[in-house]
């Protein structure tokens, strides 16, 4: 009760923009401007794991939870920062989502890409 007139008042603060969506080759330009020493593979692997997140959501397969582009350049930054991948992505994407079952379809589909026990060193130059 009472949320309706609070998500009112919020939408009625910010500004609303409709974000274009990000191809593939431009989210990997975008890794790696953001962080130069992250190997092409993997900058690569990242921005296929993006779209591949994205077509789950255009299906419905999963909600736009874990479809969070500033999760995976937290997550990123993370990894370069000394976290395994595994747990960056699982901050980073996985746990955007509260539904279990949404959660292992996520870390499903980070594993086909990427494996999680993956360090620093393994994906920066």
Do not use: H
């Not at 939408?11 to 330009?29: C, H, Q, T, W, Y």
């Not at 939870?65 to 980073?92: F, I, P, Y």
């Amino acid at each position: 009760a009472g949320t309706r007139e609070i998500n009112g008042a919020l939408a009625s603060r910010f500004m609303v923009i409709n974000m274009p969506i990000i191809g593939e080759e431009d989210l990997k330009k975008l890794l790696t401007v953001q962080f130069p020493t992250l190997k092409d593979e993997y900058a690569g692997q990242f921005a296929g794991l993006f779209q591949d997140l994205r077509k789950k959501c255009d299906s419905s397969e999963i909600s736009t939870k874990a479809l969070d582009l500033r999760g995976l350049m937290a997550a990123v930054q993370l990894v370069k920062n000394g976290l395994s991948v595994g747990q960056a992505l699982e901050m980073g994407i996985v746990n955007k989502s509260f539904d279990d079952f949404e959660r292992q379809l996520v870390s499903d589909l980070i594993a086909t890409r990427i494996p999680g026990k993956l360090s620093s060193a393994d994906i920066f130059e």
